[in-house]
């Protein structure tokens, strides 16, 4: 099922999850106002998933949402209406000024998360009239087939079987202001070759638990008369925000992200501002026993919506941190150190008027301390995308992702860029590439032939922003269970910058509305960094050729439609 996904120093830590609570779910479309070039046209609706998988979102006629095959066009609807979003004369189109990305695999999940239902839209005629329980049941398995995989010191294949399940119990409304809900998950993998850690296997475990405060118009309403809630939610919680870089539920792997704490909503995403305040620690997955608060690190931040001007641009200006106490019995050299770190950041994105393109870009800077060391990094991403005008609906876009990396090790600053906890698959399928230390150029080309098949295809090329830093957990650099070797690092600069290139394939096919399937691959041709990596150390790190493969089979079934 889920790709193996290992932590970054801070950012997943050997056991940390994050999972919040996103947002009151509500239709995530255009406004009545007059047309524009980021209106939405009726009909499907379209949805990307976390891990910009699958599935449409149809809308039935109770506001939920039925599965399909994501359309190539992003620029319309993606969540569950919230009954306040329609007009009050009983018309259901949207007032919400909320706008989704076009960017690739950037839209956050919902909340309750897209394979919930209301009871009422489950279609159980017993059940019609109940509009205040919301459940939900998924089962993802995904086969691999991964051949000299450069995340191991071995060669060879390995191919695992991953299987995960989540249940989602969850009450609204009737008891208002009161709220709450409870989401299992059980993670498990087979037939793996290498040890088990705590990025495939998470077995009977809870990742969401949390009460809500939920006053629907305490903060009055805004231009198109839409209700503007205070909410606070408590206790442990999924979710992901923003465009999913610092902040996600890590779709792909087969184990989730979560956090105990709070979290307090001014507004909601169909207003026209929002601002989101929150203070977590990560749960540490425990394979053995049920998970845990890791009590030597939080993290906080505040994340600022403007959607005013949504038909041309939203902003989202935002700022978060992290404060880590050191644990002496941490797995990572980072985990044994006192941290403090601070990140402003500044994310914009919308269409250009009609002419087809759309762009998404975030800046971040980040300062601190890192033990001993000040910290001083900063990360930046860009899109720009083209939709041409075609029933295929064919999609070109050109992705630059730029991270800085620790350059030089012993100046007494660390400029090693922190993603916290957010995605990395995007950055690439195989794993080898994340938010840190890194110069990523990348092409991509989406087609929609019908509405239940999507293809997919890119090529990108890596180089290190230092060649003095690391490559995230090359050869068994940040595996769980396996102290880091440091085979992934070469502090002098002179195995060099260049990390590789490769091609990625996926095709998406919905065989019926419960039941979707993907099938990925990906090919990935060495640089000198990595061959150089593996020269130096003939005897730890087996020999191979100057390539990767990996390929895999996913399905993902969900209760309800």
Not at 21 to 41: D, K, L
């Amino acid at each position: 099922m889920e790709l193996i996904q290992a932590h970054s120093g801070q950012g997943e830590l050997p056991g940390a999850s994050l999972q919040g609570v996103a947002q009151i779910a509500q239709v995530r479309a255009p406004a009545t106002s007059a047309p524009s070039a980021n209106s939405a046209p009726a009909g499907p609706a379209s949805s990307k998933s976390p891990d910009d998988n699958y599935k449409w979102l149809i809308k039935s006629k109770d506001e939920d949402y039925k599965w399909a095959i994501p359309s190539a066009d992003k620029s319309v609807s993606e969540k569950p209406a919230a009954p306040s979003d329609a007009k009050p004369n009983g018309d259901n189109k949207s007032t919400s000024y909320y706008r989704p990305s076009n960017s690739y695999a950037t839209n956050p999940d919902s909340d309750p998360p897209r394979y919930v239902r209301r009871l009422s839209a489950t279609g159980i005629e017993a059940f019609k009239d109940i509009h205040w329980l919301d459940i939900g049941f998924e089962f993802r398995t995904r086969y691999e087939m991964r051949h000299d995989d450069f995340r191991r010191v071995e060669a060879g294949y390995d191919n695992p079987v991953f299987l995960r399940s989540r249940a989602y119990l969850g009450i609204r409304e009737i008891l208002d202001p009161f709220r709450f809900a409870v989401e299992f998950q059980d993670s498990r993998v087979y037939n793996n070759r290498f040890p088990t850690t705590d990025q495939e296997n998470n077995p009977y475990d809870l990742i969401q638990g949390y009460g809500e405060l939920n006053f629907k118009n305490a903060l009055g309403q805004d231009d198109r008369k839409q209700d503007r809630p205070i909410r606070f939610r408590a206790g442990r919680m999924a979710y992901e925000t923003l465009d999913r870089r610092f902040i996600a539920r890590n779709e792909w792997r087969n184990t989730t992200n979560t956090f105990e704490g709070f979290r307090l909503n001014l507004g909601r995403e169909a207003n026209d501002w929002e601002i989101d305040t929150f203070g977590y620690q990560p749960v540490r997955r425990l394979q053995t026993k049920f998970d845990e608060a890791n009590d030597h690190l939080w993290f906080f931040g505040t994340i600022g919506h403007w959607r005013k001007w949504s038909d041309i641009i939203t902003l989202q200006p935002y700022y978060m941190g992290q404060k880590q106490t050191a644990d002496p019995n941490g797995h990572t050299a980072t985990n044994r150190l006192d941290r403090e770190i601070h990140m402003p950041s500044l994310r914009g994105y919308g269409l250009i008027g009609t002419t087809g393109l759309d762009f998404d870009v975030n800046f971040s800077y980040q300062f601190g301390t890192n033990g001993t060391e000040r910290h001083d990094a900063y990360g930046y991403t860009t899109e720009v995308g083209y939709k041409f005008k075609h029933a295929w609906k064919p999609r070109l876009t050109g992705f630059y992702g730029y991270a800085t990396g620790d350059r030089h090790p012993d100046d007494g600053v660390n400029n090693r860029f922190d993603r916290f906890f957010g995605f990395a698959r995007p950055w690439s399928s195989d794993h080898y590439i994340i938010y840190e230390n890194i110069k990523h150029p990348r092409i991509r080309f989406d087609l929609q032939p019908t509405q239940k098949l999507g293809i997919e295809a890119s090529y990108a090329w890596f180089w290190l922003a230092s060649s003095t830093d690391r490559l995230f957990d090359t050869f068994d650099g940040n595996i769980s269970v396996v102290r880091d070797p440091g085979f992934n690092r070469d502090r002098t600069g002179r195995s060099g910058d260049e990390v590789g290139n490769g091609v990625e394939l996926r095709v998406r096919y919905q065989i019926e509305p419960r039941i979707n399937t993907v099938i990925g691959y990906s090919h990935f041709i060495a640089g000198d960094f990595i061959k150089n990596r593996m020269a130096a150390h003939p005897e730890e790190i087996t020999q191979r050729p100057g390539f990767s493969d990996f390929f895999y089979v996913e399905v993902l079934i969900t209760a309800f439609k």
